[in-house]
């Protein structure tokens, strides 16, 4: 069975209600033991014609198709850019406010305020409550309004802005964690980008965690969490 292409029909539908600039946003990195949890956003409206050929879901796309479709992805759209949120971020306010943190700061680099943000997915990490924290805490590069935000099931691989948001996302973090990698050998993270792959438990076990690593998380080698690590192990490609 063929898989849908992305397209605008959603984003248009948005923007013909009344919204001037919508944003597909997408995240990478939520379930890694190590690295920054990364948001990208992607900024379109009404004169936006259709994605670059071949943009799709990060996941359904090998690395080398994601980092051929970087130049296209950046002339497309009004903008773009992706934010982050470090593993101390993760470990002080909880995965879900990490998100939400990553997801400002793209807003706030894309330069432009948002009428309404695409999440994938069927809950709104960006504007909910946070886990712990205030917002005050979190260094943004700028003010950021909150946006109105629309969750779609699949949107990622059913909505344009959110497909190339999550490629652009995707590359950004997998070329962090592959320069975190000659820091830190051991764990081969320019193999498995920070996720559970077994060389990177090994690792865990045999020299602890590293600075990058999630430490709130009970990783494996750090009892009595195995389990709990174990289940975050799931890799994306």
């Given at each position: 069975?063929t898989r849908p292409r992305p397209d605008l029909r959603m984003e248009r539908e948005l923007l013909r209600a009344g919204a001037r600039v919508v944003v597909g946003m997408d995240e990478v990195?939520?379930?890694?033991?190590?690295?920054?949890?990364?948001?990208?956003?992607?900024?379109?409206?009404?004169?936006?014609?259709?994605?670059?050929?071949?943009?799709?879901?990060?996941?359904?796309?090998?690395?080398?198709?994601?980092?051929?479709?970087?130049?296209?992805?950046?002339?497309?759209?009004?903008?773009?850019?992706?934010?982050?949120?470090?593993?101390?971020?993760?470990?002080?306010?909880?995965?879900?406010?990490?998100?939400?943190?990553?997801?400002?700061?793209?807003?706030?680099?894309?330069?432009?305020?948002?009428?309404?943000?695409?999440?994938?997915?069927?809950?709104?990490?960006?504007?909910?409550?946070?886990?712990?924290?205030?917002?005050?805490?979190?260094?943004?590069?700028?003010?950021?309004?909150?946006?109105?935000?629309?969750?779609?099931?699949?949107?990622?691989?059913?909505?344009?802005?959110?497909?190339?948001?999550?490629?652009?996302?995707?590359?950004?973090?997998?070329?962090?964690?592959?320069?975190?990698?000659?820091?830190?050998?051991?764990?081969?993270?320019?193999?498995?980008?920070?996720?559970?792959?077994?060389?990177?438990?090994?690792?865990?076990?045999?020299?602890?965690?590293?600075?990058?690593?999630?430490?709130?998380?009970?990783?494996?080698?750090?009892?009595?969490?195995?389990?709990?690590?174990?289940?975050?192990?799931?890799?994306?490609?």
């Amino acid at each position: 069975m063929t898989r849908p292409r992305p397209d605008l029909r959603m984003e248009r539908e948005l923007l013909r209600a009344g919204a001037r600039v919508v944003v597909g946003m997408d995240e990478v990195g939520r379930g890694a033991l190590a690295g920054p949890v990364s948001v990208g956003a992607v900024a379109v409206d009404l004169t936006t014609r259709s994605g670059p050929r071949g943009v799709a879901d990060s996941k359904l796309l090998t690395p080398a198709a994601r980092r051929a479709l970087l130049p296209a992805l950046g002339r497309w759209g009004l903008a773009r850019a992706v934010g982050h949120a470090s593993p101390a971020e993760i470990d002080a306010y909880g995965i879900v406010a990490a998100l939400r943190i990553a997801g400002l700061r793209a807003l706030a680099g894309m330069g432009l305020d948002a009428d309404v943000v695409l999440l994938d997915g069927s809950h709104d990490w960006l504007t909910g409550a946070a886990d712990r924290g205030e917002l005050e805490l979190w260094e943004l590069p700028a003010p950021v309004a909150a946006p109105l935000v629309r969750t779609r099931v699949k949107a990622d691989q059913r909505c344009s802005s959110v497909a190339a948001a999550s490629v652009l996302a995707k590359c950004e973090r997998d070329a962090l964690m592959v320069a975190h990698a000659a820091e830190h050998p051991a764990y081969r993270w320019e193999e498995n980008k920070g996720y559970g792959a077994p060389e990177h438990l090994a690792a865990l076990r045999e020299h602890g965690p590293s600075p990058l690593h999630r430490r709130s998380w009970h990783l494996p080698g750090t009892d009595p969490g195995e389990a709990r690590a174990a289940a975050w192990s799931i890799m994306e490609p």
